[in-house]
Nanobody
Framework: QVRLVESGGGLVQAGDSLRLSCAAS????????MAWFRQAPGKERAFVAH????????FYADSVKGRFILSRENAKNTMYLQMNSLKPEDTAVYFC????????????????WGQGTQVTVSS
């Protein structure tokens, strides 16, 4: 089974950028659709973006559309989330997830999760 590890989070000011990475173990990374979810304290885990197995198709939540860019490099077993124009409401723990099927927006459908990386955006 693939294992996922997120990195790249930190404390930034509103308007700044961060790039999150999700590194996967194993040799079958290209067989998984991938997604990012986020969870703020006291909130439900929310969909952020997902990407197809090949990386050719991406889909974004309305709240991040136009600001975040999702990509993957299958040869490096890594997925990236470029986060631009960050807002305080983006503050959350960001999780990457994988499923051996078509990507979707439903957290419950993803069986493989990383441990998360904290993103804090100050005003």
């Amino acid at each position: 089974q693939v294992r996922l590890v997120e990195s790249g989070g930190g404390l930034v000011q509103a308007g700044d950028s961060l790039r999150l990475s999700c590194a996967a173990s194993g040799r079958t990374f290209s067989n998984y659709a991938m997604a990012w979810f986020r969870q703020a304290p006291g909130k439900e885990r929310a969909f952020v973006a997902h990407i197809s197995m090949s990386g050719s198709r991406q889909f974004y939540a309305d709240s991040v559309k136009g600001r975040f860019i999702l990509s993957r490099e299958n040869a490096k077993n890594t997925m990236y989330l470029q986060m631009n124009s960050l807002k305080p409401e983006d503050t959350a723990v960001y999780f990457c997830a994988a499923r051996a099927s078509t990507a979707n927006t439903v957290a419950r459908d993803y069986a493989i999760w990383g441990q998360g990386t904290q993103v804090t955006v100050s005003s």
